[in-house]
């Protein structure tokens, strides 16, 4: 409000007017939409403030004015769905995520649409563990097996000679072997709420049960794609990785015996030497 008081001769009149002066009509152009901080962790607990101020075509602010606000596409929770602008023409809302996103908010009131908007980027945040997807194990027979029948302990195939059967198993269908490369095997950073940490391009170091070694390679946005060769035959065996920090990461996975070899198999008679009466 502005009073005026007129002067003659300069007294000034007894009498005075006031005059209210109110802003005008909501301008699309003139208003804003801001948010802060624009990049915060899709936690579900760390906020980014919103601020509508309303403005007039003259950037006065417009107070009272009610005002909406909406995301074009996102998955974020806004405290409110709408508020009333203060003497100074502002509206604060608060937003939240757990999805790793980009939202854009727009502000609406009296019907019309700011023409500015805002965004906030919910980032994953810092590394929390480590997952490992490891490739489907080689497909191979139940029971592929190599037989040796109908050998003669006498020395000869006839005589009523004592014989047996000697059976090698050499793979069971869908595990893998000791000596055999297994690639494909994934590694990613994630944070607590299991987010791909992007950010994330170090090394790791391997290790577990399974009796993988090394450091691995650079993680590229938080991936990395490793060759591993099992060498401890056994089931639920571990392949592990660790970031040196107290981050880790762990798989089981079955492993059987490699191949037989011929230089390193062995055959053994006890006792070396029988009585051939056909019932030794």
Request: aromatic fraction near 4%.
């Amino acid at each position: 409000a502005v009073t005026i008081q007129p002067k003659l001769a300069g007294t000034n009149f007894t009498n005075t007017a006031t005059v209210t002066l109110t802003a005008g009509a909501m301008s699309a152009g003139q208003s804003t939409v801001s948010a802060s901080p624009s990049s915060v962790t899709a936690d579900g607990v760390s906020t980014s403030t919103i601020t509508v101020t309303l403005k007039d075509a003259n950037s006065n602010p417009i107070q009272g004015g009610s005002v909406t606000l909406s995301q074009g596409g996102g998955s974020s929770t806004i405290s409110s769905a709408s508020g009333v602008s203060g003497a100074n023409g502002v509206v604060t809302f608060t937003v939240t995520s757990t999805t790793v996103e980009m939202v854009t908010y727009s502000a609406t009131s009296g019907g019309v649409t700011i023409t500015q908007t805002a965004n906030v980027q919910f980032a994953a945040g810092s590394v929390d563990h480590f997952d490992i997807a490891l490739p489907s194990p080689p497909a191979g027979d139940d029971a592929e097996q190599a037989s040796f029948v109908g050998v003669n302990l006498m020395g000869g195939p006839s005589a009523g000679g004592t014989s047996a059967e000697l059976v090698a198993s050499v793979m069971r269908a869908g595990r893998f072997k000791v000596g055999v490369d297994i690639s494909g095997v994934t590694i990613t950073a994630k944070d607590a709420q299991n987010h791909t940490v992007t950010s994330f391009t170090g090394t790791v170091t391997m290790g577990g049960t399974a009796g993988q070694t090394g450091t691995s390679g650079a993680f590229t946005s938080g991936v990395r794609t490793e060759s591993i060769t099992p060498r401890n035959a056994g089931s639920a065996r571990t392949f592990t990785v660790t970031d040196g920090s107290g981050h880790n990461g762990s798989s089981t996975l079955d492993v059987d015996p490699g191949d037989p070899s011929a230089t390193t198999s062995t055959v053994t008679a006890s006792p070396a030497s029988l009585t051939a009466n056909g019932t030794s």
